[in-house]
């Protein structure tokens, strides 16, 4: 398996202002993924982060709000841009494993956005 | 799009019994299900897998059942401790896309 590191863990912002998250893997994988939670409900697929390309994104989720970067094959950048309360989420990196199977995720980063 | 849900949001089990999460998925194209664990403050942590031309793996004290007649999954946790509190998922993956169900929350009762 894996082992995926978030930073940060947590986090309170003020609206409007901009947040990246970095997701570090101690493996080279191929792929990268973000996913938001909103609170007491299930994962959501962002964007697939892809390297040395544009992120492919969900429907419901734009660029310009979830700029996404992919500059190696371990590490990826989310950032949650002109945040409002309602971006309030735990956000999770996820990679999947060699086999591509099963997915792999970081401890997550619960926002809180006041 | 399709998606992956479950039919009991709060399960509550006496310890030292068994524990039974169900799901429901309707991408009949899935060929792979997982059900992940999560505790607060941390992210899913894998469980057990199945694939699609399964009906049933075990693991340790856990069984996955699939039926794919009915687009049904289920997690058998024997012998529920105190310790399986947590929230369950069950995912597809369909290619590269995994879906996740809404997740139950196990409770287990001293």
């Known amino acids: 398996s894996a082992v995926i590191s978030q930073k940060p863990s947590r986090d309170i912002c003020q609206r409007g202002t901009s947040l990246t998250i970095q997701c570090q893997v101690d493996?080279?994988?191929?792929?990268m993924f973000w996913y938001r939670q909103q609170p007491g409900q299930s994962l959501t697929l962002i964007a697939t982060a892809n390297q040395g390309s544009e992120a492919t994104y969900e429907s419901g989720f734009v660029i310009d709000k979830f700029p996404i970067s992919r500059p190696n094959l371990t590490f990826s950048t989310l950032t949650v841009s002109n945040m409002s309360p309602e971006d309030s989420s735990i956000y999770l990196c996820?990679?999947?494993?060699?086999?591509?199977?099963?997915?792999?995720f970081g401890q997550g980063t619960r926002l809180t956005v006041v | 799009g399709e998606s992956v849900g479950l039919h009991l949001p709060t399960l509550s089990v006496q310890e030292g019994d068994n524990s039974i999460i169900n799901c429901a998925y309707s991408n009949s194209a899935s060929d792979y299900f997982i059900w992940y664990k999560q505790e607060s403050g941390k992210g899913p942590q894998f469980i057990i897998d199945i694939r699609s031309n399964m009906d049933k793996r075990q693991g340790q004290r856990v069984t996955v059942l699939l039926n794919k007649t009915v687009k049904h999954l289920s997690l058998q946790i024997a012998a529920t401790q105190p310790g399986d509190s947590a929230v369950y998922f069950c995912a597809e993956k369909a290619g590269n896309m995994l879906t996740f169900g809404g997740g139950t929350r196990l409770m287990v009762k001293p």
């Open positions: 996820s990679v999947m494993g060699v086999l591509n199977t099963e997915a792999f």
């Open positions: 493996s080279q994988v191929t792929m």
